[in-house]
C-alpha cells in the first residue's frame, strides 16, 4: 500500500527526511544552540519513522513556514455555497457556479436570455 503523503506524486519524497532536512537549514541560525530542545516532532509513514528534539528556534521557524503554505488547489470559495471546490476554471464542483471574469459574462448572460425568454 502507498504512503497517503507520496499518492499522486510524481517524486516520492519521505517526509522524515524532508523535516530533517528542514531542521538541518534552520538550526544553524538558531541564537541559542546549547538551550535544551522544548519540543519533539515526530513523523511516521509508511517509509519509516523518525522523532525529532528541537529547539525554539527551529519549531518556530517550522510553525511559520507550516502557517505560511498555500495549497496550489486553493482556488477561492464558492461565493454560491461557500464550497472550497474550484477547479482550474472556478467551476465549483459542489454547485455548478462559475467564478471570476468567464463567470460573470456566462452568469450576465444567462440572466439577459432568462429575461428575454420572460417577456
Known amino acids: 500500500m502507498a504512503c497517503p503523503s507520496v499518492v499522486g506524486v510524481s517524486t516520492p519524497f519521505d517526509p522524515a527526511a524532508v523535516v530533517a532536512e528542514f531542521i538541518d537549514r534552520v538550526a544553524p541560525y538558531d541564537p541559542q544552540p546549547e538551550v535544551a530542545p522544548v519540543a ?11 522523532t525529532f528534539a528541537v529547539g525554539d528556534h527551529v ?12 495549497d496550489p488547489d486553493d482556488r477561492g470559495t464558492c461565493a454560491e455555497c461557500g464550497s472550497r471546490r474550484l477547479d482550474d476554471n472556478l467551476h465549483c464542483r459542489e454547485c455548478g457556479r462559475l467564478h471570476g471574469i468567464l463567470g460573470e459574462v456566462i452568469a450576465h448572460h444567462a440572466r439577459r436570455v432568462a429575461a428575454e425568454d420572460a417577456t
Not at 40 to 50: D, P, S, Y
Open 40 to 50: 519533539v516532532v515526530g513523523v511516521r509513514t509508511a517509509l519509516g519513522e523518525a
Open 59 to 70: 519549531i518556530r521557524a517550522m510553525c511559520k513556514a507550516l502557517e505560511a503554505y498555500r
